[in-house]
């Protein structure tokens, strides 16, 4: 029989898995009302010890825009949600962040435009928060980041403009924050042949003209980068529309490359499609340096509001990135 000091390690160790597995989803997510997470693409802050989660509300009929060569299936632009947590289990909902319009066809943020893969940053010189996220027409022509800005993490954001950084095509894109402060925009570009990676102006609201162009010709979108290490990794995925398809990962010395890359990072049955998702954002776990949360989208490209999602843990051992499903999944 166990005394009661093994019984209290027990319940520790218990409690410990119970809590770092909870976070990981295959399937669907629901928030603390039962509601279906509408967060695709998503993205996480973590601000002053709350979790705030930013996505792509995916909401109406799902349609295939006539004439392209490619499946080109779309849903209204909802805007962007936001959520919050404390726990990355537990999910709030907050509101829209950034509200879509609608009866003007040439706006940035019309319901029949694209709105896609929000990141929000804080900066701490300005006080704001600031969200880029791609903006594009239905046939993905246009290729612009657009960029917003709030006071406070869930909103209401501002929509400023959209541009093309440097006169560049920017499609599947993320921001990356450096621990000094730097930001950076990394997106496809060059009709997704080549990715570039941007330093961001002082507030983070502009693109400056210092980029560089990484994994060039490699037709690579769905970018999530983090830093491990003193080192910068990249994931991200090939461009087959909705379509999963491996994920591969690279890494360098610093957020504009050169990146080297590395390979698969998935493990196990399934690897080759991504376990069935597309990465959106690496999230740092705030207590083990080496340890992180993989977070990618299941696309249902014939009904894209039933998308859900695949949170996994990733790890980094010995430079190695690994990211592997759960016992029983
Ligand atoms: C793949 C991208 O990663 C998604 O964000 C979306 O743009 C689809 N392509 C559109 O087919």
Same mark, same amino acid.
């Given at each position: 029989?166990?005394?009661?000091?093994?019984?209290?390690?027990?319940?520790?160790?218990?409690?410990?898995?119970?809590?770092?597995?909870?976070?990981?989803?295959?399937? *669907?997510?629901?928030?603390?009302?039962?509601?279906?997470?509408?967060?695709?693409?998503?993205?996480?802050?973590?601000?002053?010890?709350?979790?705030?989660?930013?996505?792509?509300?995916?909401?109406?009929?799902?349609?295939?825009?006539?004439?392209? %060569?490619? *499946? #080109? $299936?779309?849903?209204?632009?909802?805007?962007?949600?936001?959520?919050? =947590?404390?726990?990355?289990?537990?999910?709030?909902?907050?509101?829209?962040?950034?509200?879509?319009?609608?009866?003007?066809?040439?706006?940035?943020?019309?319901?029949?435009?694209?709105? *896609?893969?929000?990141?929000?940053?804080?900066?701490?010189?300005?006080?704001?928060?600031?969200?880029?996220?791609?903006?594009?027409?239905?046939?993905?022509?246009?290729?612009?980041?657009?960029?917003?800005?709030?006071?406070? /993490?869930?909103?209401?954001?501002?929509?400023?403009?959209?541009?093309?950084?440097?006169?560049?095509?920017?499609?599947?894109?993320?921001?990356?924050? #450096?621990?000094?402060?730097?930001?950076?925009?990394?997106?496809?570009?060059?009709?997704?042949?080549?990715? %570039?990676?941007?330093?961001? =102006?002082? #507030?983070?609201?502009?693109?400056? *003209?210092?980029?560089?162009?990484?994994?060039?010709?490699?037709?690579?979108?769905?970018?999530?980068?983090?830093?491990?290490?003193?080192? $910068?990794?990249?994931?991200?995925?090939?461009?087959?529309?909705?379509?999963?398809?491996?994920?591969?990962?690279?890494?360098?010395?610093?957020?504009?490359?050169?990146?080297?890359?590395?390979?698969?990072?998935?493990?196990?049955?399934?690897?080759?499609?991504?376990?069935?998702? %597309?990465?959106?954002?690496?999230?740092?776990?705030? #207590?083990?340096?080496?340890?992180?949360?993989?977070?990618? !989208?299941?696309?249902?490209?014939?009904?894209?509001?039933?998308?859900?999602?695949?949170?996994? /843990?990733?790890?980094?051992?010995?430079?190695?990135?690994?990211?592997?499903? %759960?016992?029983? !999944?």
């Amino acid at each position: 029989m166990p005394g009661t000091k093994h019984l209290l390690l027990i319940l520790a160790v218990l409690c410990f898995f119970g809590k770092t597995q909870a976070q990981y989803i295959k399937g *669907e997510l629901n928030d603390i009302n039962g509601r279906f997470v509408n967060a695709h693409g998503a993205g996480i802050l973590f601000y002053n010890g709350i979790y705030y989660l930013f996505g792509e509300i995916k909401k109406g009929k799902t349609w295939l825009v006539p004439g392209q %060569q490619w *499946e #080109d $299936y779309r849903v209204p632009a909802g805007g962007v949600s936001c959520y919050s =947590s404390s726990d990355l289990e537990h999910w709030k909902y907050l509101g829209i962040a950034l509200a879509p319009s609608t009866g003007d066809s040439t706006k940035d943020l019309d319901t029949g435009r694209v709105i *896609e893969r929000p990141k929000v940053v804080y900066n701490y010189k300005t006080k704001k928060f600031v969200m880029w996220m791609h903006i594009d027409k239905k046939d993905y022509s246009y290729s612009q980041a657009g960029v917003a800005v709030s006071d406070k /993490p869930e909103g209401p954001y501002q929509y400023i403009r959209s541009v093309r950084p440097n006169g560049q095509m920017a499609r599947d894109m993320t921001v990356f924050k #450096d621990s000094d402060g730097k930001a950076f925009l990394i997106y496809s570009s060059e009709d997704n042949n080549t990715m %570039q990676v941007c330093l961001l =102006s002082a #507030d983070y609201l502009s693109p400056t *003209e210092r980029y560089s162009r990484i994994l060039v010709g490699r037709r690579r979108e769905a970018p999530a980068m983090f830093k491990n290490g003193g080192k $910068y990794y990249l994931i991200t995925s090939s461009c087959t529309g909705w379509s999963p398809n491996a994920a591969t990962y690279a890494v360098a010395n610093g957020p504009m490359g050169p990146f080297r890359e590395i390979g698969n990072p998935c493990q196990g049955p399934g690897a080759e499609t991504t376990f069935d998702a %597309q990465s959106t954002f690496v999230l740092p776990s705030k #207590d083990e340096p080496d340890n992180y949360l993989f977070m990618a !989208d299941r696309w249902n490209k014939l009904d894209l509001p039933k998308s859900d999602y695949l949170w996994l /843990p990733l790890t980094v051992d010995k430079g190695k990135v690994i990211i592997q499903q %759960q016992t029983g !999944d």
